[in-house]
């Protein structure tokens, strides 16, 4: 496995709304964030650890996709259903369960191959070979 470093780098900026509202600010788009109301929140977007989740299987999902696009294969019908499993101390997702939906018509020789490709994501890949993570503070 190689541990090339790329030297570009995405910036994302989050800006505080208002109560437990923040945006992030992604090339561009804003991807809003809220707690439920059960915590304090408005429950008017994702809480940020839903967006791993929703990072991991749109990721997945467009691999698959490609793959498809590659072989001229249908995708009417692909779904990638995520589920996750929360642990305490501390606080985390401590498991992902996910379920790749073929298209009905989906050849049965490229099943393994599908499968195989879901694993090469870059969220998989980020998720299963965890990154360093600096965090600096500043007034």
Known sequence: ???????THAV????????????????????????????????????PLDLIGAALATCIGLAV??????RALST?????????????????????????RLPLDFPERYRDAAARVARTCAAFNTLTNLPVIEIAVRA
């Open 76 to 100: 009417d019908g692909l779904q990638v259903e995520l589920s996750q499993r929360t642990a305490r101390d501390p606080y985390r997702v401590d498991r992902y369960d996910v379920a790749v």
């Open 65 to 70: 996709a490609q793959f498809c696009a590659a």
């Open 1 to 7: 496995m190689s541990d090339q470093v790329a030297t």
């Open 12 to 47: 994302t900026v989050v800006t505080h709304e208002g109560g437990l509202k923040l945006v992030a600010d992604v090339r561009g788009h804003r991807v809003p964030t809220d707690q439920p109301i059960k915590a304090g929140g408005a429950d008017s977007a994702p809480m």
